[in-house]
């Protein structure tokens, strides 16, 4: 089992649960605590993180599909 686990929140943001380090494209690192939210919606006033600007504008429960 992963130490880290990305979970997609139905009409939400990604849940990021475990010690990551979060980077940004010229290799700041971002604070970050053992639980939180990354913006999907392109809502936040706070990205990458979900401040929950996306409430009542972001529609999506994406679903992996099922292995047989």
């Known amino acids: 089992m992963a130490d880290v686990k990305i979970t997609v929140r139905d009409k939400g943001p990604y849940l990021v649960t475990g010690a990551i ?4 494209a010229e290799g700041n ?3 970050t605590k053992e ?3 990354l ?3 392109g809502h936040s006033h706070n990205k990458p ?3 929950g600007a996306h409430r009542g504008q ?3 429960c994406a679903r992996a599909e ?3």
């Open 35 to 37: 639980q939180f939210t």
């Open 49 to 51: 993180f979900c401040d």
């Open 58 to 60: 972001f529609d999506d």
């Open 29 to 31: 690192v971002f604070e």
């Open 66 to 68: 099922k292995v047989l």
């Open 39 to 41: 913006c999907r919606c």
């Open 21 to 24: 380090e979060l980077v940004d």
